[in-house]
Every structure is written in structure tokens, then in C-alpha cells.
């Protein structure tokens, strides 16, 4: 049987996801309440599979390995593992220049 982790959201990741949702609806309420759906739904599965994501690739290629990311396309949804937890601790627009928006946000 898996083990059973608590995903938290960080508040900049909720702050992510307020905003996209946001930016999505003043175009159309139909397809920002699709994204939320989908976003929401792929971090519903980090509970008990958090280590199926990769390991994300720009990080790695910095050799920072404990950040993860799944995908809802067009968004990348960072996290990161814990013992007993799963971070979410951050949403991006993958058409962005990730790594540039990942190292300012993560590598402090």
C-alpha cells in the first residue's frame, strides 16, 4: 500500500494559481474553470505518487535535484518531497523562460 503525503500549497504557488485562474477568466470563465480543473486534479495525485514527476530539468542541469515538476500542459507545477509532505511551490507558464523564473524563485 502507499504512503499517504500531505501536499501543502506554498502561498506563492497560490498566488500562481489566483493569478492564472484570474488572467484566464476576464477571457473566458469556461476555460479558466477547465484549467483550475486540470491543474488541481494533477496535484491531487502528489498524495500518494509525489515521486512520479521529474526531477525538473533546468535545476538538474545546475546540479539541483530536489525539485520535481509535473505537467498540465501549458503549466509546470513545481513541488518538492519531503518526509511526509509535498510542497507545491509553484505554477508556471511553460512558453515562459523557465529557468530563468526558477532560479530567481527557488535558488535563494
Do not use: C, H
Amino acid at each position: 500500500m502507499n504512503e499517504k503525503y500531505v501536499v501543502y500549497w506554498a502561498q506563492g504557488a497560490e498566488q500562481d494559481l489566483k493569478s492564472v485562474i484570474g488572467y484566464i477568466k476576464s477571457e473566458s470563465p469556461t476555460v479558466a474553470r477547465g484549467q483550475l480543473k486540470k491543474i488541481l486534479s494533477r496535484v491531487s495525485t502528489l498524495d500518494t505518487l509525489p515521486q512520479r514527476g521529474r526531477v525538473v530539468p533546468e535545476l538538474e542541469q545546475q546540479g539541483i535535484f530536489q525539485y520535481r515538476e509535473i505537467i498540465a500542459p501549458p503549466w509546470r507545477i513545481i513541488y518538492r518531497i519531503t518526509t511526509t509532505s509535498v510542497y507545491v511551490l509553484t505554477l508556471i507558464d511553460s512558453r515562459q523562460n523557465v529557468e530563468d523564473i526558477l532560479l530567481a524563485r527557488l535558488v535563494r
